[in-house]
């Protein structure tokens, strides 16, 4: 499936967030790249707002346009506030419980290493990265790809008990989702609201 590989800085600047995560250039250029990037801001208009919201959380998942709007759809129709929902449904994902766990550096590191068959849920190989992992899955590491030098270098020193809805066992080298996590529990800092208004237009 096709998937965005431009510059990441350009998009973090778009949004004035590290979005893929720390951005030595973002800390300089805090303002949207282009000719026009540092110059007055012109007011968005409301729709504007919302659309900007959808393409974070599209862009901080990893997630193209028809998954993301599936995952709403299905939040919509799921008991709950449907904007918490579908911020569980995407953190749900096994590309994102992957780094979540520390296993991977990155969500885009992390579906790689799920496309090339290196975890496994409850030891089977899933390859798929939006997979949705269920409360009381175990994800680990193939025991040959332990090894891999990106998954070492991630797990190392990786703070395992930052997300309280997972929890790691450093023996078997391996997660599990213990709960889908509350909206306070998801450190990413979108406005769910706005993309639930921009779609029930």
């Not at 720390?22 to 729709?47: C, F, M, V, W």
């Not at 703070?159 to 790691?168: G, L």
């Amino acid at each position: 499936m096709a998937r965005y590989i431009g510059p990441k800085t350009k998009i973090a600047r778009k949004f004035g967030e590290p979005i893929f995560g720390p951005d030595k250039i973002l800390s300089k250029k805090n303002y949207p790249p282009g000719q026009h990037g540092n110059a007055r801001k012109r007011k968005t208009s409301e729709y504007g707002i919302q659309l900007r919201e959808k393409q974070k959380a599209k862009y901080t998942y990893g997630v193209l346009e028809k998954q993301f709007r599936n995952l709403f759809e299905k939040a919509s129709r799921s008991k709950g506030i449907t904007g918490e929902v579908l911020l569980q449904l995407l953190e749900g994902r096994l590309d994102n419980i992957v780094f979540r766990l520390g296993i991977a550096p990155t969500r885009a590191a992390a579906r790689q290493l799920v496309s090339h068959r290196h975890i496994s849920v409850d030891g089977k190989v899933v390859n798929i990265p939006s997979y949705s992992v269920k409360a009381g899955q175990v994800v680990g590491i193939r025991e040959r790809s332990k090894s891999i030098e990106v998954i070492t270098e991630a797990l190392s020193g990786f703070n395992h008990s930052k997300y309280p809805w997972i929890e790691w066992d450093q023996a078997s080298f391996s997660g599990k989702l213990l709960h889908l996590p509350e909206r306070s529990d998801i450190p990413e800092s979108i406005k769910e609201q706005l993309i639930v208004e921009l779609y029930s237009k």
